[in-house]
């Protein structure tokens, strides 16, 4: 125990400059404080041209909901995932939030409704970094990204519509853990060079051998016609021929696909 009659205990001395500054949190807010639902569509009718934008979303949250809880959860350098992105409120509060208090949030909104996902996230979110209307301009910028085909069929095989270019991003980055240097054409095995470590895919017959199995096989063949490297070279492909021995005298690492190929 501590103090002049032993009967107190430490505290920590927390400065006001330490403190984030803004309303103390609450468990009820209030519509006056965080909006309501008309306001949220009245919001959503301002900035997008979707016709009936108020009906397919009933319960839209208001802008300064959502920033509210941004304030409350966020630093100013956070990232914020909305899964279920809809009508891109999450991210319009984050490049309001971001203005306000010059923070450099980042945000990833992910919508499954391709209508939705660009005729409403996508626009609502580019019309509130350019300003629209009398909307102030807020500032930022966004990538529109779409899905690729899944990777792997249900029995676990290579789906047979990845393509080549496609499959070897998803290698290189789960090799490396960065992205392909520069996106494959499909006409050379070597996909990049990470660390001093060359990456190559023999996937689709790339080395011109259309057969089902056909170059997709580590042969010494195949081996003699890969773009040379004196490092470690990690090499894809569905079956190898060569020896333990070769391949450590080499400095091969040989990965199967589909078994060997990382899915995070
Ligand atoms: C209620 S809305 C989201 C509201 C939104 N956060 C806002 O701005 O108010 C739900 C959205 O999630 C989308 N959605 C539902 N399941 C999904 C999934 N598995 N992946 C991506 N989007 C999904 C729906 O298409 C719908 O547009």
């Not at 107190?8 to 949190?25: D, H, T």
């Not at 102030?136 to 085909?149: D, K, M, N, S």
């Not at 069929?153 to 070897?168: H, M, S, W, Y």
Request: aromatic fraction near 6%; proline fraction near 5%.
């Amino acid at each position: 125990m501590v103090g002049k009659n032993k009967d107190s205990i430490p505290q920590i001395k927390r400065f006001l400059s330490e403190v984030k500054q803004g309303v103390v949190p609450q468990t009820l807010w209030t519509y006056k404080e965080v909006g309501h639902t008309q306001e949220a569509k009245k919001e959503l009718v301002a900035i997008c041209d979707f016709e009936d934008s108020a009906s397919v979303f009933i319960t839209p949250k208001p802008v300064r909901l959502i920033r509210r809880i941004l304030e409350i959860a966020t630093d100013k350098d956070s990232l914020v995932l909305d899964s279920f992105a809809g009508s891109g409120t999450t991210g319009h509060a984050v490049l309001d939030l971001n203005r306000a208090d010059d923070g450099c949030r980042q945000f990833i909104l992910a919508e499954m409704d391709e209508n939705i996902c660009r005729n409403v996230t996508a626009q609502r979110i580019e019309r509130a970094i350019k300003g629209h209307g009398t909307q102030l301009a807020l500032g930022g910028g966004f990538r529109y990204c779409t899905l690729a085909e899944p990777l792997f069929d249900e029995r676990g095989n290579i789906n047979e519509k990845v393509t080549f270019p496609d499959l070897a991003a998803h290698v290189f980055f789960t090799e490396t853990g960065q992205p392909i240097p520069k996106r494959a054409t499909g006409k050379t095995p070597l996909l990049g060079i990470h660390n001093d470590t060359a990456i190559y895919l023999l996937f689709n017959g790339v080395l011109g051998d259309k057969q089902p199995d056909g170059g997709n096989i580590l042969t010494n063949d195949v081996l003699r016609n890969l773009p040379a490297h004196n490092g470690t070279k990690v090499i894809y492909g569905i079956a190898c021929r060569l020896s333990t021995q070769r391949l450590k005298r080499d400095n091969i690492i040989f990965r199967q696909t589909p078994y060997e190929i990382r899915t995070r």
